[in-house]
């Protein structure tokens, strides 16, 4: 499963490479955009192909799923704390953690978390020099949650994440930060696939 996070400011044509994206394989979208309000969200999603709007993951204006297609929702880790993902039964969440002991005390009711950063971050500079991740994942304890790498991705070291016990990767910086974002991630996919 490759999964794509949008960056949180608006970038020039995202919604034109968001729809080829998907029509490249991109399994999900999570729509992270934490400075839109929610008619600009509104207005940012019906740019999207409906056919498309069932692999949104919404970050934040949860409300509007019912406008469109979308049922599923991430939470943040200090929001799955305060267990505010409880007030959407209905839905298909997921999360973050940054450590695998956290991830193997996560509950069911949890689709997929996010683990980070697996390499030094791409988009925020000096995040995650030190990380084992890596490592760390061999004590994975958890197969009925999907385990998400994220952090420092790109299509020169996705193949070794991969195998590495986890269900999927998250890019952000190796897409939003390309000239060609397009052909990063139909290397991305290449090198799962080959």
């Not at 192909?49 to 204006?61: I, R, T, Y």
């Not at 940054?98 to 500079?125: A, M, R």
């Not at 020169?156 to 269900?167: G, H, P």
Request: with cysteine; aromatic share 10%.
């Amino acid at each position: 499963m490759i999964i794509v996070i949008t960056p949180e400011e608006l970038v020039q044509n995202e919604t034109e490479i968001i729809n080829e994206l998907f029509q490249e394989g991109l399994n999900l979208l999570h729509v992270r955009k934490p400075f839109i309000n929610a008619e600009e969200m509104k207005n940012f999603i019906q740019k999207i192909g409906a056919e498309f709007h069932s692999q949104l993951v919404l970050h934040s204006h949860y409300e509007l799923a019912k406008d469109f297609n979308i049922s599923r929702f991430y939470f943040r880790e200090i929001d799955r704390q305060n267990g505010l993902f409880t007030s959407f039964p209905e839905k298909i969440i997921s999360t973050s953690v940054h450590d695998i002991e956290t991830f193997n005390e996560l509950g069911l009711e949890w689709e997929y978390s996010f683990i980070s950063p697996v390499f030094p971050s791409i988009s925020k500079k000096g995040y995650g020099e030190n990380s084992d991740i890596l490592n760390e994942i061999k004590r994975r304890e958890h197969s009925n949650v999907k385990l998400i790498a994220l952090g420092g991705i790109d299509e020169n070291n996705i193949r070794e994440v991969f195998d590495n016990n986890i269900d999927g990767v998250a890019l952000l910086g190796a897409i939003w930060e390309s000239k060609e974002p397009i052909q990063v991630f139909k290397k991305c996919r290449q090198n799962v696939l080959s």
